[in-house]
């Protein structure tokens, strides 16, 4: 199974910044929208941040925005996650997602963040924030 391929995670500081990338292996077909999730132990995947397959619409869950920044690579299926700001409550397992289905095509970037679009994943990469 296509698997897509995260780096860029590790410790950090409170205040400090770190950058998230994600590709898709070679060869993968179309990819519609992408996006990062994240997942602390004994909690549910939660959404961060996600791009439309353009680039051009991001969307975001309410305690990160202003502080992380979704893009999108003109050329592949690339995307980062730039993390500014950082606190202890970002620490978590960080996990790439995509819709190679079209699922979202048709949806409103609010609708981004349903985790049942996206049909590849990532391994996922440790994000550890101290204080």
């Known amino acids: 199974q296509v698997r897509l391929v995260e780096s860029g995670g590790g410790l950090a500081q409170a205040g400090d910044s770190l950058r998230l990338s994600c590709t898709a292996p070679a060869g993968t077909n179309t990819i519609y929208a992408m996006a990062w999730f994240r997942q602390s132990p004994g909690t549910e995947r939660e959404f961060v941040a996600a791009?439309?397959?353009?680039?051009?619409?991001?969307h975001y869950r309410d305690s990160v925005k202003g502080r992380f920044t979704i893009s999108r690579e003109n050329v592949g299926h690339t995307i980062h996650l730039q993390m500014d700001s950082l606190k202890p409550e970002d620490t978590a397992v960080y996990y790439c997602a995509a819709d190679h289905q079209g699922f979202s095509v048709n949806l409103p970037a609010n609708d981004y963040d349903l985790l049942q679009i996206y049909g590849l994943w990532g391994q996922g990469t440790q994000v550890t924030v101290s204080s």
């Open positions: 791009v439309s397959w353009s680039g051009s619409t991001t």
